[in-house]
């Protein structure tokens, strides 16, 4: 397990940070197709926090992209770098998932955050951040859609319908079991949306969540218990 500290001029205030969006916006790439889905690693990261102890936990658990066997985990420990701010929320979280993927034994190939990509009031949600900090295509698999409207799908598995602000189109609300409820798809860099639902799924042949984030979500709570000997 890695231990993070904040880092040297993290933002502190929410001004600074939406600046730092602003700077970083403009680097998302946009219309890379992405690695072909099945094919490859796809690694998932997600967080876990322990507030009154001021502990954030972050996972990333690389799979076989064909066969979804781990190939590779790390975790990382750190203080929350950031008070909760609804739109700023990537920022109590990449210290330390940019440190538990440093300390991957191989290389991630494509990431699935447990989160916003476009599908973000300022258009640049962690999958977005963490893309453009890492150059790695990545992706944003959320569990709900935040702010913005979507007409229900259709019922079978692999039916979609767009994520709305507006009639801007930010991302997609896709079902990945029949009748249960969607999750939604957004962009977060050097991937299409085509791609980035074909590889949600492809990634939830059982379950409405994606494999990466189960075994992230699992991994991240387990170091969370480790670091601060909770429950």
């Known amino acids: 397990m890695t231990t993070v500290d904040i880092p040297a001029g993290w933002p502190a205030t929410e001004e600074e940070a939406r600046a730092v969006q602003d700077e970083l916006r403009v680097r998302v790439v946009l219309g890379e197709p992405g690695p ?75 990431v699935v955050c447990d989160g916003y990509g476009l599908a973000h009031p300022r258009r640049f949600g962690l999958a977005s951040h963490l893309g453009v900090l890492t ?6 698999v959320a569990k709900n859609p935040f702010t913005f409207t979507y007409d229900d799908p259709d019922a079978p598995r692999g039916a979609s319908s767009p994520l709305l602000a507006g009639a801007e189109e930010v991302g997609r609300a896709l079902r990945t079991r029949q009748d249960v409820k969607p999750v939604f798809v957004s962009v977060g860099h050097r991937t299409t949306l085509a791609n980035a639902c074909a590889h949600t799924l492809a990634l939830t042949p059982r379950f409405r969540l994606p494999e990466t984030t189960r075994r992230a979500d699992a991994l991240c709570r387990r170091a969370l218990k480790e670091a601060t000997g909770g429950p």
Not at 49 to 54: A, F, I, M, S, V
Not at 90 to 105: C, D, K, M, Q, W
Not at 135 to 140: D, M, Q, S, Y
């Open 36 to 110: 072909p889905p099945g094919t490859g690693r796809v690694t998932g990261v997600d967080v876990a926090y322990d507030d009154e102890r001021d502990v954030v936990a972050a996972a990333a658990v690389v799979l076989d992209a064909a066969s979804l066997d781990v190939v590779a985990e790390a975790t990382a420990v750190g203080r929350i770098s950031f008070p909760y701010v609804p739109g700023l929320l990537a920022f109590r979280e990449i210290p330390t998932v940019l440190a538990a993927l440093g300390a991957l034994s191989v290389a991630p190939g494509l």
């Open 135 to 140: 150059g790695l295509p990545t992706i944003g």
